[in-house]
C-alpha cells in the first residue's frame, strides 16, 4: 500500500531565497510520483512528475524535485521564491500498477513574505 | 481538447435536501476521483471508479454520501439530507490508467457546495 507525508503544513520563505517543501512516500512498488499546485482560487495543476526516468525531475514555473528511493523522498525545491509562488502545493504517489489508486498529502502551503 | 468539467460551479442548498453533483471527465480516461476540499484543508478523497470494477468507495464519509458512474463516463455525487459540515469545493478528477501516462489525474474545477 502506498502512503504520502507531507513534513510541514505551512512552509514561509522570503523572496529571492530558496524553497523546500518535503514529502516522504511508502509504496510497495515502483512509485509515480507528483507534485501539484493549487494557487488560490484556482484550480489544481500539474507542477511536475516523476515516472523511473531521470531522478532529478524538472517541472514549471522553476521548481524541481529529485526522487531518492534510499531515502523514499521527493522534495520540492525552488532556488528563488516569487511573490506569486504562494500557492498550496500537494505531494502525490501512485504506483504503476493498473488498480492502485491515488494518494495525495495533505499540502503544504507555502508563504512569500516581501 | 475539452478538459474535465462539473456541474454546478456553485450550489446553495438548505440543510436536509439531497443535492447532486455533476462531473464529465476528459473523454477516454478510466479512472474518476471525487475528492473534498473544505476551507483550508487539504484533498480528502471520497471515491474511486476504475473502468468496470467496484468503486472505491472508502473515503464516503457517510452513508449520505453515494456516486455512480454510468456508461464508464460521466460520474453524480449525491448527498442526501445535507449537513452544514458538508460545505467544501467538491472536486473531480479523471486519469487514464496504464500505458504511458502513469496516472496523472486532471481536475475539473469544482462544485461549491454552501449547506444553509
Known amino acids: 500500500a502506498q502512503s504520502v507525508t507531507q513534513l510541514d503544513s505551512h512552509v514561509s520563505v522570503s523572496e529571492g531565497t530558496p524553497v523546500l517543501l518535503r514529502c516522504n512516500y511508502s509504496?510497495?512498488?515502483?512509485?509515480?510520483l507528483f507534485w501539484y499546485v493549487q494557487h488560490p482560487n484556482k484550480g489544481l495543476q500539474l507542477l511536475l512528475k516523476?515516472?523511473?526516468?531521470?531522478?532529478l525531475v524538472k517541472g514549471i514555473n522553476g521548481f524541481e524535485a529529485e526522487f531518492k528511493k534510499s531515502e523514499t523522498s521527493f522534495h520540492l525545491t525552488k532556488p528563488s521564491a516569487h511573490m506569486s509562488d504562494a500557492a498550496e502545493y500537494f505531494c502525490?504517489?501512485?504506483?504503476?500498477?493498473?488498480?492502485?489508486?491515488?494518494?495525495f498529502g495533505k499540502g503544504t502551503r507555502l508563504h512569500i513574505l516581501p | 481538447g475539452a478538459g474535465v468539467s462539473q456541474s454546478p460551479s456553485n450550489k446553495v442548498t438548505e440543510k436536509g435536501k439531497d443535492v447532486e453533483l455533476r462531473c464529465d471527465p476528459i473523454?477516454?480516461?478510466?479512472?474518476l476521483y471525487w475528492y473534498r476540499q473544505s476551507l483550508g484543508q487539504g484533498l480528502e478523497f471520497l471515491i474511486y471508479?476504475?473502468?468496470?470494477?467496484?468503486?472505491?468507495k472508502s473515503g464516503l464519509p457517510s452513508d449520505r454520501f453515494s456516486a455512480e458512474r454510468t456508461g464508464g463516463s460521466v460520474s453524480t455525487l449525491t448527498i442526501q439530507r445535507t449537513q452544514q459540515e458538508d460545505s467544501a469545493v467538491y472536486l473531480c478528477?479523471?486519469?487514464?490508467?496504464?500505458?504511458?501516462?502513469?496516472?496523472?489525474?486532471?481536475f475539473g474545477p469544482g462544485t461549491r457546495l454552501t449547506v444553509l
Open positions: 471508479f476504475q473502468g468496470n470494477s467496484a468503486p472505491d
Open positions: 478528477a479523471s486519469s487514464l490508467v496504464g500505458g504511458r501516462s502513469y496516472n496523472e489525474q486532471f
Open positions: 473523454s477516454g480516461h478510466t479512472a
Open positions: 516523476y515516472t523511473s526516468a531521470a531522478t
Open positions: 509504496s510497495s512498488y515502483s512509485p509515480s
Open positions: 502525490v504517489v501512485s504506483d504503476v500498477n493498473r488498480d492502485d489508486k491515488i494518494i
